[in-house]
């Protein structure tokens, strides 16, 4: 997996965002739209993906939500508890519950997961529509009804203005 978000990429984040150097350069911002285009940019994923996929996912910072499953789906942008040991060697944290707090608690860490996670599914399938699906899940018959509300909810989002009369 790559790493969703090295310590060149936090520093140099964190740097741009507060105009000088990086204190700490794995404490990254909180969820913000120069957050979503960094990460939008450093995973090589559509902005517009990601921001429908926010909407979409209706989570925010601090939230748990139990699946049936018995998995969870964490923060903004809802990332599956499945992905939480992988983040934890990504980030080379001390435990994957230090890795689930940074995602449940952290925005841009949410979002840069959120983008991994994309690119990990585009680079698997090379296509954009497969990769939404299968961000929600693997099994066709979860991600086909997926990608159909992710389309109306990019359609919602990105709509053109109404044309003055």
């Not at 959120?114 to 693997?138: K, P």
Request: negative net charge; contains cysteine.
């Amino acid at each position: 997996m790559n790493a969703p978000l090295t310590a060149a990429a936090a520093a140099t984040y964190d740097a741009t965002t507060t105009g000088g150097e990086a204190s700490n350069p794995l404490m990254i911002a909180p969820l913000t739209a120069a957050c979503i285009a960094a990460v939008a940019t450093a995973y090589d994923v559509p902005a517009a993906t990601l921001w429908t996929l926010l909407a979409q996912e209706g989570g925010h910072v601090g939230q748990v939500v139990h699946n049936t499953n018995g998995t969870v789906d964490i923060g903004p942008f809802q990332i599956n508890s499945i992905w939480v040991h992988g983040f934890a060697v990504a980030w080379r944290e001390p435990s994957d519950e230090s890795a689930f707090a940074h995602l449940r608690d952290r925005g841009c860490w949410n979002a840069a997961a959120a983008a991994a996670i994309m690119r990990i599914e585009l680079d698997a399938t090379g296509d954009l529509m497969e990769a939404i699906g299968r961000y929600h899940s693997a099994r066709p018959e979860l991600a086909l009804p997926y990608i159909e509300k992710y389309q109306e909810t990019a359609r919602r989002l990105f709509r053109p203005p109404e044309a003055a009369h």
